[in-house]
C-alpha cells in the first residue's frame, strides 16, 4: 500500500515545473515556499507541540529521489515547535491533519544563501527541494510519552525475561559439560586451564592474545588460529593469523575480556564464559550472535608487555648544615665596692 501511494505521488509530482515556477494548481508562503495540497480529509490540523508521524519522499526539481522513508519502511516521529529554518517544516505542518498528504517545494536558494553549506550540483540556483508528505499519525504530547513509557515497559519486560533465559541456558550449558567454575560479581564465569606464574598485566599494559569464540550451541564465530577459523568454515580473507595486541583495560575489547584478562599470567589459557551484559548486550553481533547471548571464549595470554612508567625526576637531598650550639657567655660586670663604714672606733 505504502508503494502505491509512493508511485501516485511521483506521478502527481511530475506535472509541476521545474526551477520553482509557480503554477496555478501551487500556491505560496510568504518565505516563498510553494505547496499544493493533495488530499485533505476533515481531521483536526496539526498543532503546537503535537507529535506526528509522518513519510516523506525528498527530490529535486528532476525526480532524482534524494531519500524515501516510504521506501525505507521508516517513517519520521518529531513534535511540532515554533520554526527555526525554512527547512525544518514547522510552518507547513500546521496546515495538514491525519492522513493530509502534500508536496513542498523550498527554494535552494534560501537553503544556500548563507555560504555554510556548500551548494550541489543537482541544486542550480533558482532550483527547488521538493517534499511529498503525508501524515500517518498525531497524538497529543501526553499520548504520545504514555505511549512510549508503555513500549519502554514492555521493552523492559522482554529484556527481563530474555535475560532469565539467557541465564537458565548458561547454567545448563555448565551443568552439561561438566564445567567446575568459578564467578565474579559481575557475573562472569571463568576456569583456568593453564596456570602460571609469570608476569600478570595491569590496566594499561599491552597483551598478546590467542583465542576461539563460540556460542553455547558450539559455534565458533572468531578464531585468531588459523586451523581452527579453518576447521569452522570462517571466511577471514587477508586476515593474519597471529596474536592479537590490544591495550588491557581501556575499554578497546568487551568488558568481559578486560575483567578476564586482568585475572590472568603471561602464559596462563583459560576458559571463559562471558554473559551478554559483558559482551554484545540485547543487540548482539551480525548474524552469529544473537541478542542476549552468553559467549564461550577459550584464551592464551601469550605475552604481556607492561607499559612505560612515568619517570619521575629524583630531586636531590638538601643537605642541611646543624646548627652549632652557642655557649652563652655571662655579662660582665663591674665588682662591687664595699664601702667602708666608718666608726667612732675606727677613728
Avoid at 7 to 27: E, H, N, T, Y
Avoid at 93 to 110: E, N, Q, R, W
Avoid at 319 to 346: H, L, N, Y
Amino acid at each position: 500500500m505504502k508503494t502505491v501511494n509512493l508511485i501516485i505521488a511521483l506521478l502527481m509530482v511530475l506535472s509541476v515545473p521545474i526551477f520553482g515556477q509557480v503554477k496555478p494548481d501551487l500556491k505560496q508562503l510568504p518565505n516563498g515556499v510553494q505547496y499544493q495540497i493533495y488530499t485533505k480529509g476533515t481531521a483536526a490540523r496539526v498543532k503546537l507541540n503535537d507529535v506526528i508521524t509522518f513519510n516523506f519522499t525528498q527530490k529535486t526539481d528532476k525526480d532524482s529521489v534524494l531519500f524515501s522513508s516510504f521506501a525505507a519502511g521508516k517513517p519520521v516521529t518529531i513534535a511540532i515547535e515554533p520554526s527555526k529554518s525554512i527547512s525544518d517544516l514547522m510552518y507547513f505542518f500546521p496546515m495538514l491533519g491525519l492522513k493530509d498528504s502534500a508536496l513542498v517545494k523550498i527554494p535552494s536558494d534560501s537553503l544556500f544563501k548563507d555560504g555554510q553549506m556548500e551548494r550541489p550540483s543537482f541544486f542550480p540556483p533558482g532550483s527547488t527541494l521538493q517534499f511529498v508528505l503525508k501524515i500517518e499519525n498525531v497524538q497529543s504530547m501526553e499520548e504520545a510519552m504514555a505511549e512510549r513509557q508503555k513500549m519502554m515497559d514492555i521493552q523492559t519486560k522482554m529484556a527481563d525475561s530474555l535475560k532469565t533465559n539467557e541465564l537458565h541456558i548458561a547454567d545448563a550449558f555448565v551443568t552439561a559439560n561438566k564445567l567446575v567454575v568459578k564467578q565474579t560479581p559481575s557475573g562472569l564465569r571463568y576456569l583456568i586451564l593453564t596456570p602460571s606464574m609469570k608476569l600478570k598485566p595491569t590496566a594499561g599494559d599491552t597483551v598478546e592474545v590467542n583465542y576461539i569464540g563460540r556460542t553455547l550451541n558450539g559455534k565458533i564465530f572468531d578464531s585468531s588460529i588459523e586451523a581452527e577459523a579453518k576447521k569452522a568454515g570462517l571466511e577471514q580473507p587477508g586476515r593474519n593469523y597471529e596474536p592479537i595486541s590490544f591495550v588491557v583495560g581501556q575499554g578497546e575489547v568487551i568488558p568481559g575480556w578486560d575483567e578476564a584478562l586482568l585475572m590472568m599470567n603471561e602464559g596462563s589459557k583459560g576458559r571463559f564464559l562471558i554473559p551478554s551484559e559483558l559482551a554484545y548486550g540485547p543487540k548482539g553481533a551480525g548474524q552469529d550472535i544473537p541478542p542476549f547471548s552468553t559467549l564461550d571464549f577459550q584464551v592464551e595470554l601469550v605475552k604481556v608487555k607492561p607499559a612505560k612508567k612515568a619517570v619521575v625526576p629524583k630531586i636531590p637531598a638538601v643537605i642541611v648544615k646543624k646548627p652549632v650550639a652557642v655557649k652563652k657567655v655571662a655579662p660582665k660586670t663591674k665588682p662591687t665596692v664595699k664601702k667602708k663604714v666608718v666608726t667612732s672606733k675606727t677613728k
